[in-house]
């Protein structure tokens, strides 16, 4: 097929029929806009199953029905987040998400939050993994099956499971995200009545990449329970309708800034970006960079003119600054933000928005700063919403800079789905595709 209909609804620019090509930026837009209105932002669930993490053990033993990933792979997963392939790990094979992020030239890993995602009709069923450090995230028909992360530390050990028992037999869809270090071993079932197979691809398989720093990373958290290395690319995908959402996050990186020469900048990382030849990415970078207007202005145009000569079809969501106080003073950082601005202008497929500032209007767009003031707990004290999505609970250090999963999941994540969801109808409606 080399065209496709597409009814525009919601008067995104007038009614009627549109004839759009596939895989083009337009295409995009009106495809990701029509997910958004289908997205299903998920809740705890009211009636959780009985979860148990045995360790190293079967709970069935011997008589089990064994789905193993790397023998059955798409005829009964469905793997996104990553580029997963098979491993060899302490001499068992697993599926793992592979190196979404390069970090620097001796160091890569799965990114945040890499998923894989299968539906069963089986009433009790164990996941097989290995995950040494970090949580696990369980959704079941699109609903959280526990609060928080569930605490996974297995070490060096055997494969590890964690057995979900509902009860009855009936066809579930189980969505299970954790750390870059997840390898995945397969699904094991009491009965051989048990059906394993693949979810369904996310929405018109839209892939989406995010390029950041420490926020996209993770976030202020003292414990694997807090889920760090999730970041808001955990939260986002399910505000956007579609779950493809990669995060290469490094922190103490920007456009240039590496750390101080011990990570990969996001010029460096390009490959995390144009190797997932995504739909659409976000550009969640800044803070840590320089403060000049020209000096911004150059890093930002210099990344997007390698990003959109290798992508021209992609829509790229370009961000501020995240702080308006770091590193250096909010003067400084409005004139980093300025230069941030003039790189985006009146280019085609690019939207820029400010987190900080006040520049942005429209129904659907937040009018005030995404985080308003110092906190109420940590120093320097001061009003709004920080005190709830900055810093760690006691008796954890103090973390006054990154989101805590709350802040992740209620500030970031919504507020940039609202974000892209503005972009999208003003470049359809403005003629900014191509």
């Known amino acids: 097929m080399n065209e496709i209909d597409i009814e525009l609804a919601g008067g995104l620019t007038r009614p009627g029929?549109?004839?759009?090509?596939?895989?083009?930026?337009l295409w995009t837009a009106l495809r990701l806009r029509s997910a958004m209105s289908a997205a299903k932002v998920p809740v705890l669930t009211a009636s959780p199953p009985t979860i148990?993490?045995?360790?190293?053990?079967?709970?069935?033993?011997?008589?089990?029905?064994?789905?193993?990933?790397?023998?059955?792979?798409?005829?009964?997963?469905?793997?996104?987040?990553?580029?997963?392939?098979?491993?060899?790990v302490g001499g068992t094979r697993y599926m793992g998400p592979g190196a979404v992020v390069t970090y620097s030239a001796t160091s890569t890993t799965g990114g945040?939050?890499?998923?894989?995602?299968f539906n069963s009709d089986a009433p009790d069923l164990a996941l097989a993994f290995r995950s040494p450090t970090g949580g696990v995230r369980i959704l079941i028909k699109d609903e959280f099956a526990h609060e928080g992360g569930l605490a996974i530390n297995e070490?060096?050990?055997a494969p590890w499971h964690i057995r979900i028992e509902n009860g009855t037999r009936k066809p579930r869809l189980y969505e299970i995200y954790a750390a870059g270090n997840f390898y995945f071993r397969g699904v094991r079932c009491a009965s051989p009545l048990d059906r394993v197979w693949p979810a369904p691809k996310p929405y018109d398989d839209l892939r989406g990449v995010i390029i950041g720093d420490s926020f996209t990373e993770g976030g202020a958290n003292g414990l694997p329970t807090d889920l760090w290395g999730y970041g808001f690319g955990a939260s986002l995908p399910y505000h956007l309708g579609t779950r493809d959402l990669r995060a290469s996050g490094s922190g103490a990186t920007g456009y240039l800034a590496d750390a101080v020469g011990t990570r990969y900048n996001a010029f460096q990382r390009l490959g995390d970006l144009t190797s997932v030849n995504p739909h659409f990415a976000l550009l969640t970078l800044g803070t840590n960079d320089s403060e000049s207007v020209m000096s911004a202005e150059q890093q930002v145009s210099d990344y997007?003119?390698?990003?959109?000569?290798?992508?021209?079809?992609?829509?790229?969501?370009?961000?501020?600054?995240?702080?308006?106080s770091f590193p250096s003073t909010y003067d400084a950082s409005s004139q980093y933000r300025a230069g941030q601005r003039a790189a985006c202008a009146g280019r085609k497929n690019v939207w820029y928005t400010d987190t900080v500032g006040y520049t942005q209007a429209g129904p659907n767009y937040p009018h005030t700063a995404w985080i308003i003031g110092g906190g109420a707990v940590?120093?320097?004290?001061?009003?709004?919403?920080?005190?709830?999505?900055?810093?760690?609970p006691a008796p954890y250090s103090p973390d006054p800079t990154h989101p805590n999963e709350w802040g992740?999941?209620?500030?970031?994540?919504?507020?940039m789905a609202a974000s892209i969801r503005y972009g999208l109808d003003q470049m359809i409606a403005q003629d900014l595709l191509v």
């Open 17 to 25: 029929m549109l004839r759009v090509l596939p895989g083009s930026a």
């Open 52 to 88: 148990t993490v045995p360790g190293a053990t079967n709970p069935y033993g011997s008589g089990d029905t064994f789905f193993h990933a790397p023998d059955v792979r798409d005829k009964c997963f469905t793997f996104l987040r990553g580029a997963w392939d098979e491993y060899n």
């Open 112 to 117: 945040s939050a890499p998923m894989v995602a």
């Open 155 to 157: 070490g060096a050990g």
């Open 304 to 324: 997007l003119d390698l990003a959109q000569a290798a992508l021209p079809h992609c829509l790229f969501f370009v961000y501020s600054k995240f702080s308006n």
């Open 378 to 392: 940590y120093a320097p004290n001061g009003l709004g919403n920080a005190d709830l999505a900055i810093g760690r």
């Open 408 to 415: 992740h999941q209620q500030v970031y994540a919504p507020r």
